[in-house]
């Protein structure tokens, strides 16, 4: 099932999809609210095994074409935003270093979060902004110290994030100012909408790119992941609580404007696409 946060007549809804068909979830019956937030625990508690037991009688669904709405980002609230740096191998190596031996942890403000169709807006103070594609986890099941084994049972499911990132004062200022390199407000493009972990599968198996005014300039698969999911769960989890709606981005291939001789930053006007396999693609423009 997908579910996704929509403008439909001017207001804030949300929306799931099944067998290719959209529906409004009607607001203020069984529990149901305008925020995907306030949803997870219901639908993660529906069952351990299918998100479509969630939609039952008691959740009226009201039919709508996907013309009729606007995708908004899934999420804009989140409690954590957990970013992990160098999780590809080839991308560690583009960016000058060994694979790590533990997960880089940093993180963004949700201050940053824009929607699909969104402006990614460059900052004056800054000539040298990234772009990294990313698979973004959904936690949805609360935990402390959870178990590797254990660690699907709190994953929601999953969306296509960019990771845009300003490279002068993420390792050019001193000591290393990651968080303000990658937390400038737009700088977290997500979206279109959260795919359930029971319809993908296999999240170390999917596909995942990024374009660049049409030109492919990240592709790998999951599978090429340092640390897996399931290991960054757990991992994070032994420092803090875990909690619905929290996000993980994952890491990026290799490919990004930075590794590339010469560096390719972006400018006004640049298109960018990320796109993710069983989960869809994420389009915003440049200005």
Not at 47 to 59: I, Q
Request: charged share 25%.
């Amino acid at each position: 099932m997908k579910v996704a946060s929509v403008l439909f007549q001017g207001e804030q809804r949300v929306a799931v999809e099944r067998d290719r068909e959209w529906s409004l979830l009607e607001p203020h019956t069984a529990g149901v609210t305008n925020r995907v937030t306030d949803l997870i625990p219901q639908i993660v508690g529906a069952s351990r095994s299918s998100s479509e037991d969630f939609v039952s009688s008691e959740h009226r669904l009201e039919p709508v074409a996907e013309s009729e709405i606007r995708f908004l980002a899934p999420l804009t609230t989140p409690g954590k935003v957990i970013c992990i740096g160098k999780n590809y191998e080839d991308h560690a190596r583009e960016m000058g270093s060994e694979s790590p031996g533990l997960p880089i942890v940093f993180s963004k403000f949700s201050s940053a979060i824009i929607g699909p169709g969104d402006p990614i807006v460059l900052p004056a103070i800054s000539q040298s902004v990234d772009f990294e594609a990313e698979l973004v986890v959904v936690i949805g099941r609360p935990g402390r110290h959870i178990r590797r084994e254990d660690s699907f049972e709190h994953v929601f499911g999953y969306t296509v994030g960019n990771d845009i990132s300003a490279r002068d004062w993420q390792k050019d200022r001193p000591g290393g100012q990651w968080l303000l390199g990658k937390t400038f407000d737009t700088f977290a493009p997500l979206g279109p909408w959260i795919v359930t972990h029971d319809e993908i599968g296999n999240p170390h198996d999917l596909d995942i790119r990024s374009e660049l005014n049409g030109k492919i300039m990240q592709h790998a698969r999951t599978n090429q992941l340092i640390f897996p999911i399931d290991h960054l769960v757990s991992h994070l989890s032994n420092f803090f609580r875990l909690e619905p709606g929290d996000l993980i981005f994952t890491g990026t291939p290799a490919g990004v404007g930075a590794g590339r001789q010469p560096p390719v930053f972006l400018k006004s006007g640049d298109e960018l696409k990320v796109q993710i396999e069983k989960i869809g693609t994420l389009h915003n423009r440049v200005v």
